[in-house]
């Protein structure tokens, strides 16, 4: 649980996912998915980290 360990080249502040370190904004996967929900992304708000998984406890 606590081995999580910071991939610093991804930057990340959604403290919300269980992947996220939390105190600190980074992610701890080696590697993520990014994509869309939008025909015609046009601003970062179009875009999703689909490796995104609740933190259990969270977001209730
Ligand atoms: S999986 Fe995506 S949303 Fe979750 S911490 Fe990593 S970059 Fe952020």
Redesign the pocket.
Known sequence: MSDKKK?DN????????????VTED????GC???GTHEENPTVPECTD?????KRTGCCQ
Not at 26 to 29: A, K, R, V
Not at 49 to 53: A, G, P
Request: charged share 5%; proline share 0%; hydrophobic share 35%.
């Open positions: 991939n991804i930057r990340c502040s959604v403290s919300q996912c269980l992947h996220n370190m980074y992610c701890s996967l993520i998915s990014v980290c689909n490796s995104f998984v």
